[in-house]
């Protein structure tokens, strides 16, 4: 299923970037130029592809919200499919939604409508932060958030297995080791919200760390490549398990913070909408200029 998703937002990218090949010219165009625009008929707001894709694009925001608060939140959803795929298809409709709105507004803001998208856009933006978030609580595969207990079990069986099968290899155990610790104490050092700059920065650099522990395990240690995967594969889950432990208080925190902030806006986006809505439909403003 997640496969599915991803194969469905590489083909809704492909579909956007030939749309765009095609209108993007239009969307460029000064206000004041679009209704001698060969497509602005068919583009602008109320045009039979414009309002087509407002509909359809809205409806994929509503769409994603109510499936995922269903699958959370009503008892019988509770047990169907893990909560990271219908987190994953929650994102992707979520984005798409906003993207084809955007192109129904022709890039052209005003009234309710305005209000309503840039709350839109903002439940999506903070919907980015909450995945990022989200992905730092640790779960079993199904989704289920494991305890404190149940992360330090984990962290203590990765070290245990990096000592029982490398114990052989001091080179490759003592690098490992600092890596971690490093991992950890950098983001320590921060203070108040620097904490969290630090966290996006140790995902950021990470792959870069990672490559550069692969060049010493094998310059130093002496490893094999295949060992060398083995040893990054443990040390993954060390550095996670570590990080988790340190900062799951913090992660806590922000995520309760950003649930209530994501919650208003997502109030605000959907009676704004109705509102517009409403007056479309009220004063007859679909197919007008």
């Not at 414009?50 to 994603?64: E, R, S």
């Not at 993207?99 to 933006?125: D, P």
């Not at 060390?238 to 902030?261: E, I, N």
């Amino acid at each position: 299923m997640d496969r599915l998703v991803i194969l469905l937002a590489i083909l809704t990218t492909a579909a956007c970037v030939a749309f765009l090949s095609k209108a993007g010219q239009y969307y460029l165009l000064p206000l004041w130029e679009r209704p001698d625009a060969p497509l602005h008929k068919a583009l602008r707001p109320s045009g039979s592809i414009g309002h087509l894709i407002g509909i359809v694009g809205t409806a994929m925001v509503v769409i994603g919200v109510l499936l995922y608060s269903t699958r959370k939140r009503v008892r019988p959803m509770q047990g169907r499919g893990p909560m990271r795929t219908w987190l994953n298809v929650h994102i992707y409709l979520c984005l798409v939604g906003p993207t084809l709105v955007t192109f129904h507004t022709a890039l052209k803001f005003g009234g309710f409508a305005a209000y309503s998208y840039w709350s839109m856009m903002i439940v999506a933006g903070s919907g980015i932060i909450g995945r990022w978030i989200y992905q730092q609580f640790p779960r079993e595969m199904k989704g289920r958030e494991l305890s404190l207990q149940e992360v330090q079990q984990e962290q203590e069986l990765a070290h245990q297995i990096l000592q029982q099968r490398y114990a052989g290899a001091p080179g490759a155990l003592k690098a490992v080791e600092t890596f971690t610790a490093q991992s950890v104490a950098r983001i320590k050092s921060a203070r108040g919200l620097f904490v969290l700059v630090w966290l996006i920065a140790d995902d950021l650099a990470r792959p870069f760390r990672f490559a550069g522990l692969k060049r010493r395990l094998r310059r130093q240690a002496g490893l094999p490549p295949l060992e060398v995967a083995a040893v990054l594969g443990l040390v993954r889950n060390q550095v996670t398990s570590a990080r988790r432990l340190a900062f799951l208080g913090l992660f806590k925190r922000l995520f309760l913070y950003w649930h209530v902030t994501h919650l208003v806006f997502f109030v605000a986006m959907m009676v704004m909408l109705v509102m517009h809505v409403g007056a479309v439909l009220f004063f007859g403003a679909v197919g007008t200029g």
